[in-house]
C-alpha cells in the first residue's frame, strides 16, 4: 500500500488538528468548508463533539460550506461513527468538528467521504491545495447553500446499531458506561438500554469542560468506572474518547482491559460464527495473529491510521475476499457489515451479545487469552526518517517489514519503529510473549538507535 502521508501538510492520520483558536482557528475551519463545498459540492452533513470552542468552528465551517453553494445538514453532537453513519445513508459528504482523544483546549475537523469513510490521503492532499486557492468563488445570492437543523438523525444511528442484534440480549445484565461527558451521552445508554441492559452512567452530562475526565480513556481516568462496575456487580464498563469512535474497558473486576486483549476477544467471538481475513495496522500485538491462526483465519496488515485499515477492508472486498472485522489495538474496531469506520457505539453492544451467549465473565474470558507483553516508547529527535533509513540498512539480513516504518519480526517477537509525521520523535513498539523477551530487544533497538543517532548528530 502506497504511503503519501508525506505530502501532507495540514492533515494528519484523522483529520485536521490543533489547538484551538491558535492553529485551528475560524478562518482555518472556513477555508476548509470553502475547500470542501468546492471538492464535493452538493448535500454535505456537520456535526461536532461537545468541546466549548464547537459552535465557533462549526459556524465558520458551515459559512464556508454554505458560500460555496452546498447544503448544509447540521446534525448538532453526536459521535463521530454516528455522523460517518449518516453520511452513507443519505449525504453527498461529510465534515465532523472535533479532536477526538486530545485535550479539551484542542479541536479539529475529519472529512467524511460518501460512503462514510475518513477521507483518504489522496483526496486529503487536493482538498489541502484548494485550500491555498484565494480564487474559490463566493456564490451569488440565487447560488448560495441553504441549511436545515437535523437533531434528530442521531437516532437513526442509534436504532441502526440496536436493529442488528436479537430480541434483548442484555436482559438482566447491568453495565456502566463513562462517556466522558461527550457526545456518547446521547447514543450509547441509548443503545445498551434497547438491548435490553440496565445502564448506569457516570460522566453521561454532556460537558466541554469534561469536568470528570479527559477525553482519552486512561486506566487513570476510569477509577471512577471501575468503582462503579464493582460497586453496582456490573458486566463490564465502557468508556469512550471525545468523538466516540473508540470503547474500551473495564471488567467485571473493575480492572482496565488492555486494548489489544480487548480486540483479540472480540476477534475470537467473530472467528466462531465466520472464516476469512481480519485487517489491522502493523502496530497491533501478534495476540490477533494466534487469535485468528487457531480459528482458521487469516491477517492482513496495513499502516497505522484505521483510515488505512477501513480503505483495505473495502478493498479486499471489491476483489472477491472475505473480510470479517478490522481495527487497532486502541479500542477503535470496525464492523465491516455495519459500517466500514470504528464504531464505539457498535463495540459496546457487540460486547453485550458476545457476553449474553458466553457461560464465562468478561474476566474469565479475557484471562484464556495468551498472554503477551508490549512496550511502547518514544524517543525525541528531529532525524527520525534518516535514522529508520540506517536502521533499515543494519537490520537487512534479519525479517523486516516496510509496511510503516521498520518493522523487525523475529520469532513470535516484533519490533516496530515508525517517525511521526508531526512531532521530532520516532516511537518504538515492542510486542513479545514475555517481559524478558520484550526488554531484551527494546534494549537492543534503543542502543542501536542512540549509535545511529550519535553518527548523525555529528
Ligand atoms: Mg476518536
Not at 445538514?73 to 459528504?93: M, R
Not at 520484550?438 to 542502543?447: C, D, K, M, Q, R
Amino acid at each position: 500500500m502506497a504511503i503519501i502521508k508525506v505530502q501532507k501538510q495540514l492533515f494528519g492520520t484523522n483529520g485536521v488538528r490543533g489547538i484551538a483558536g491558535k492553529d485551528m482557528t475560524p478562518e482555518l475551519a472556513l477555508n476548509i468548508g470553502k475547500a470542501l463545498g468546492t471538492m464535493r459540492p452538493g448535500k454535505i452533513a456537520v456535526g461536532r463533539d461537545t468541546r466549548t470552542t464547537g459552535p465557533v468552528l462549526i459556524n465558520a465551517l458551515k459559512a464556508g460550506l454554505l458560500a460555496t453553494g452546498c447544503d448544509v445538514i447540521d446534525c448538532g453532537i453526536l459521535p463521530t461513527p454516528a455522523l460517518q453513519y449518516i453520511v452513507k445513508e443519505h449525504y453527498d459528504c461529510g465534515a465532523m468538528i472535533t479532536a477526538s482523544h486530545n485535550p479539551p483546549e484542542y479541536n479539529g475537523v475529519k472529512i467524511i467521504e460518501p460512503d462514510g469513510t475518513e477521507m483518504g490521503d489522496e483526496e486529503i492532499i487536493l482538498l489541502e491545495d484548494l485550500l491555498s486557492d484565494k480564487t474559490v468563488p463566493f456564490k451569488s445570492w440565487d447560488l448560495v447553500g441553504t441549511e436545515v437543523s437535523a437533531p434528530h438523525l442521531v437516532d437513526e444511528y442509534i436504532h441502526a446499531i440496536a436493529s442488528r442484534f436479537p430480541e434483548k440480549p442484555g436482559k438482566g445484565m447491568t453495565v456502566v458506561v463513562d462517556p466522558g461527558s461527550g457526545p456518547a451521552c446521547h447514543t450509547t445508554p441509548a443503545i445498551l438500554q434497547a438491548l435490553g441492559c440496565r445502564v448506569i452512567t457516570i460522566n453521561g452530562v454532556m460537558d466541554g469542560t469534561f469536568p470528570g475526565r479527559l477525553p482519552e480513556p486512561s486506566p487513570e481516568g476510569l477509577k471512577g468506572l471501575a468503582a462503579l462496575v464493582l460497586a453496582n456487580n456490573a458486566a463490564f464498563g465502557v468508556a469512550h474518547d471525545g468523538d466516540a469512535d473508540r470503547a474500551v474497558f473495564v471488567d467485571n473486576n473493575g480492572v482496565f482491559v488492555e486494548e489489544n486483549q480487548e480486540f483479540a476477544l472480540f476477534a475470537q467471538y467473530i472467528c466462531q460464527n465466520a472464516t476469512g481475513t481480519i485487517v489491522t495496522p502493523v502496530s497491533t500485538s501478534l495476540l490477533i495473529e494466534m487469535i485468528a491462526e487457531t480459528a482458521g483465519c487469516t491477517v492482513t496488515y496495513t499502516p497505522v491510521g484505521s483510515i488505512y485499515v477501513a480503505r483495505k477492508m473495502r478493498e479486499l472486498i471489491e476483489t472477491g475476499n472475505t473480510v470479517i472485522f478490522g481495527g487497532e489495538g486502541n479500542g477503535g474496531l470496525i464492523f465491516p457489515d455495519h459500517q466500514f469506520c470504528r464504531d464505539g457505539g457498535m463495540t459496546a453492544a457487540t460486547l453485550v451479545l458476545l457476553l449474553a451467549t458466553s457461560d464465562k465473565s468478561f474476566s474469565s474470558l479475557l484471562s484464556a487469552l495468551p498472554q503477551r507483553r508490549m512496550i511502547k516508547e518514544k524517543i525525541k529527535t528531529p532525524y527520525g526518517l534518516q535514522l529508520i533509513e540506517q536502521l533499515n540498512k543494519k537490520y537487512a539480513q534479519e525479517s523486516v517489514d516496510h509496511t510503516d516504518g521498520l518493522k523487525l519480526k523475529r520469532n513470535r517477537t516484533w519490533a516496530l519503529i515508525r517517525a511521526s509525521g508531526t512531532e521530532p520523535l520516532v516511537r518504538v513498539m515492542v510486542d513479545a510473549e514475555d517481559s524478558k523477551t520484550g526488554l531484551a530487544l527494546f534494549e537492543e533497538i534503543e542502543n542501536s538507535v542512540s549509535e545511529i543517532l550519535k553518527k548523525i548528530s555529528h
